[in-house]
Each structure stands twice: as C-alpha cells, then as structure tokens.
C-alpha cells in the first residue's frame, strides 16, 4: 500500500511522538526519500501475540516458534507517518537493530520508541565533521526511532510532522 492511499490524521509532532511511545514495538514498513534530503518513515506498532500451541508443520524453525509468543502485527495496531523536511534535514542513519546500543551516559533523551535526545554521541559527531552547527542551519536536534529490526538517527533542525495513518485521532 503506497504512503499517498493511506487515510491519515496529521497530529501535531508532541502528541505523535507520545503516541509512538506508548507502543509496545514498533516495525518499519517504510524508509524511503519523497524529495531529495525529504524523508518518510512508516511505522507500524507490533504486540505480543498469544503463545503457539500448535506447530504449522515438522519443520525445525516451527518447533523452535513451538510455545513461543511472537511479536506481530495484527488488526489493533496502530500505523504513523513522519516526514523529516529537507529544509531541516542534516543526516539520518538506519543501523541494523542487532548492533545498536541502548543510549549510556552521557547521553539524555526522553522517550521510548520515539526518542528526543539533549545530549548525544552522534549530535556531537556531526557537529565536530560537518559544518552543521547550532548557529547554522540552527540549533540541532536528535530524534531516533527505536524499532524492531531497525534503528533511525535523525539530526535536523526541526520536529517530523506525524500522522496516524489509520485515520484515528486519539487525542
């Protein structure tokens, strides 16, 4: 399903990133540029499902699943859209999930799936390689978005706009 079918509700960037935080887990179906420098993410929430009882089959990956609780998407979970503006974009990363680190000291953020960042490695990396900086092209900021499979670091001058691409708005 393409970004522009979607029926979405733009929330504004503080409730949706409370939104996202309230999300158990949280899938990228969706990385991808809608101009140059403009990037869209799709993310969809993901939840513990009930334990498997009964294998689908003999094979060995289904009697490893055999008991398990996987963690899915189903038809309650929620779906966001957030849009980084090219005319804020410094740099984004997506690391593969399995080799990020949680955040350590020194470093502050708010948030759980969806976090703000004061003080990061990565913010003081761009500003000590870049020509980015606080006086141009602003005061820089560091939004990432912890995800199962994924990990996207944004550094850029200003919030996403979010949207519930389900159509709910619940605020």
């Known amino acids: 399903m393409c970004s522009e079918e979607l029926s979405q509700v733009e929330l504004e960037w503080e409730e949706g ?11 990228i179906d969706s990385i991808r ?6 990037l869209e993410l799709i993310v969809t929430e993901a939840k513990l499902q009930a334990q498997i009882l009964v294998p689908r089959d003999e094979s060995p990956v289904e009697q490893l ?4 609780r996987p963690i899915e998407r189903d038809v309650t979970c929620r779906s966001f859209r957030l849009i980084f503006d090219r ?3 410094v740099s984004y990363t997506v690391l593969n999930e ?8 020194p470093e502050k953020f ?7 960042f004061s003080w990061s490695h990565l913010l003081e990396f761009t500003k000590r390689t870049t020509y980015a900086s606080d006086e141009h ?26 949207a519930d691409i389900n159509g709910r708005d619940a605020t």
């Open 87 to 89: 005319r804020h974009m």
């Open 137 to 162: 092209p602003g005061v820089l900021q560091h939004y990432e978005l912890a995800c199962l499979n994924h990990v996207v670091d944004v550094i850029c001058t200003g919030p996403p706009r979010i």
């Open 98 to 105: 399995s080799y990020g680190r949680y955040p350590e000291s």
């Open 110 to 116: 708010a948030g759980k799936l969806f976090r703000v």
């Open 33 to 38: 540029e809608l101009d140059e420098l403009t």
């Open 17 to 27: 990133a409370r939104q996202i935080n309230e999300c158990e887990y949280l899938y």
């Open 65 to 68: 699943r055999f008991g398990a």
